[in-house]
């Protein structure tokens, strides 16, 4: 009997023919994590944003405010450095993992 | 009042709580393609068999107007009945009734007849189809919730108890299913969450349909937390009685034996595997080749199917059959697969259902995204599964076990009382590839022909290990035996197992990787 639409799969070396599910066909990638991208950490709403770009910030400077299960959630300057560029948006809403501001 | 006249009463107060919500509501339900709560009790049950008590219960709610509203039944119907001749105790929500919302009174009715299965050693099952909790009941319809979870989690693995979800069951009320041994779901009228898509929307800006959030389809297929799937309430009911016909009734006895049957002849077992142990095949063949009437009913079919889980009869006894499926996923091990498989062997140990487990897989799964969601732990859960579990346990190897997925997979060394492999069967530390690329990789890179050279050493390791003969020579094989002879030893496997009593020391219970 035939098997339709089957794909490869490498198990230790060795390439297996096999269907694969639609969980893992749709798995993230792995992307190490960048320290100059500062990401949403959950979904929410952002309502502050206190930088500009190009602004000098110093170490726990306050960066924006991300509202999410009804908490005001401030994000603070990892380390000291000049925003390159901002991505978020006053009220906009944002998807967990969402990049919302990349330092130089 | 003469008798006569108390009947005449009667008749018309049952009259007025049996009607539910009303004509009106009854059709409005029926338009949807769903049963009433009683039309959905009476076809599960035998005929005739449902009897059906605390029909007058009354809620006793006196805030936001509520004294004034009176709810048939108070939004429940609970009773007990047959099905398939034996008793069971059975509850449906009423959604004709302020849409089965559950208040104090509705969720008493649930827990007196739960107390009534756990007393009587019975199968319970509940029919959900509620809008939720009762607002206006304020924190009396919490306490009713947390009472039917008790009760869910105080009888587990004492009597089955079965989940069918017959329209919403979002919130607390989700929790009750989980905590039962197997939820029934239908296309298109099913629907579980926890947060539903408004809050979602208000709350986290995402947005999303009922259906795609917690509809049947993903439920069945993506969370994994229901375990049969139907595309109409009719088939769904089906599903609902040929289980029940497979599981005993309570934990302390068997299942129903029926007349033995040979599998149907169509199903030519040595004819499924390919000759290239690199390509697939559709494991639940080999199943239904050597199951009673090539009948196999299959649990959780649409989620992790690179591991098939389900019940089959042996000589007419029920048997659970965990299979490793080289159709999907090469049938590696992996979170889902590996959480699948050992609640199944959990199930099939606590009402005595003996084992057969189908072995042919690669491994676990690699990747990050398995690491990160925790593959050694729940990979765990299915060794603690097997080495946990008492009955007899039966292994066969068709194709490979490999690593740690042999040992996983009801290998001797967790319990096995019996292990056959196929001629076929390669049991070693990892495939011919991956071995030579790791014992021969001075030989292969220093090479002038890598390519050639590694050919050669797969070979070579191919030749030696991938068989069944050095576990053989172990004695961690009790027997190879070819394709033909896989229902003879296994039906002798389970008659020679039939009296085993593995006494565990006293505990109070373990801590398996939850």
């Known amino acids: ?104 | 009042m003469s008798l006569a006249k108390k009947i005449l009463d009667f008749f018309t107060r049952k009259e007025k709580v049996t009607a539910g919500g009303g004509e009106q509501a009854v059709q409005k339900q029926n338009s949807m393609g769903k049963m009433t709560a009683r039309q959905r009790i009476e076809a599960i049950l035998d005929s005739q068999t449902f009897h059906e008590y605390d029909l007058f219960v009354e809620h006793t709610n006196k805030d936001f107007g509520m004294d004034k509203k009176f709810l048939p039944g108070d939004g429940v119907i609970t009773g007990t009945g047959n099905v398939a001749g034996h008793p069971v105790c059975i509850y449906a929500q009423d959604f004709t009734v302020a849409g089965g919302s559950l208040g104090l009174a509705h969720a008493r009715k649930i827990t007196k007849i739960m107390d009534h299965a756990a007393k009587l050693g019975m199968p319970l099952i509940g029919i959900n189809d509620s809008g939720g909790a009762r607002i206006q009941e304020g924190v009396n319809s919490l306490a009713g919730y947390g009472e039917i979870f008790y009760r869910n989690t105080k009888s587990s693995g004492i009597i089955p108890q079965i989940s069918v979800i017959l329209g919403p069951c979002a919130g607390g009320a989700v929790y009750s299913p989980a905590l039962t041994d197997f939820v029934f779901v239908v296309d298109k009228i099913s629907k579980m969450f926890i947060t539903g898509p408004e809050v979602i929307k208000t709350v986290l800006g995402e947005e999303i349909s009922m259906e795609d959030l917690g509809g049947a389809r993903v439920q069945a297929e993506i969370s994994g937390n229901a375990h049969f799937f139907a595309e109409s309430e009719q088939e769904c009911i089906q599903q609902i009685k040929k289980l029940m016909e497979f599981i005993p009734w309570n934990n302390q006895k068997k299942a129903d034996k029926f007349a033995p049957k040979p599998p149907k002849a169509h199903f030519k077992i040595e004819e499924i595997m390919p000759k290239d142990p690199k390509e697939p095949y559709d494991v639940r063949d080999v199943i239904k080749a050597f199951v009673d009437d090539s009948d196999f009913l299959e649990v959780q079919e649409h989620f992790a199917a690179n591991i098939v889980i389900g019940f089959a009869r042996m000589k007419g006894e029920t048997v659970g059959i965990v299979a490793n499926q080289p159709l999907v996923l090469a049938g590696v091990l992996d979170v889902d697969s590996s959480n699948k498989a050992a609640r199944f062997i959990r199930y099939c140990d606590a009402f005595n259902i003996p084992l057969i487990t189908l072995v042919d897989l690669p491994g676990y799964l690699p990747g990050v995204d398995q690491e990160h969601a925790g593959v050694i732990r729940h990979g765990a859960k299915i060794l603690y599964a097997y080495s946990e579990a008492s009955v007899p346990k039966i292994t066969l190897t068709l194709r490979k076990a490999y690593g740690g997925g042999y040992i996983a997979m009801c290998s001797r060394h967790l319990g096995a009382d019996f292990y056959f492999a196929w001629p076929s069967a390669e049991i070693a530390v990892m495939g011919p590839e991956g071995a030579a690329n790791i014992i021969f990789k001075k030989e292969i890179t220093t090479a002038s022909n890598p390519d050639a050279v590694r050919k050669e050493k797969v070979a070579e390791y191919t030749e030696k290990f991938a068989n069944p003969y050095v576990a053989a020579a172990n004695g961690f094989i009790d027997a190879v035996i070819s394709p033909e002879e896989t229902r003879g030893y296994l039906c002798h496997a389970l008659e020679m197992s039939a009296n085993k009593n593995e006494q565990l020391p006293n505990k109070k219970h373990g801590i398996p990787p939850f």
């Not at chain 1, 794909?7 to 320290?35: I, W």
């Open chain 1, 1 to 104: 009997m035939k098997i339709e639409n089957l794909r490869s799969l490498v198990v230790d070396d060795t390439q297996y023919n096999t269907k694969l599910n639609t969980k893992f066909e749709n798995r993230k990638k792995y992307a190490p994590k960048n320290e100059k991208h500062i990401i949403a950490f959950i979904p929410g709403t952002i309502r502050e944003i206190y930088v500009k770009q190009g602004q000098q910030v110093s170490k726990t400077q306050d960066l924006l405010v991300l509202e999410a299960m009804k908490m005001r959630n401030t994000i603070k300057a990892p380390f000291s450095g000049t925003i390159k560029k901002i991505y978020a948006k006053t009220d906009g809403t944002v998807p967990k993992g969402e990049l919302l501001l990349e330092f130089e």
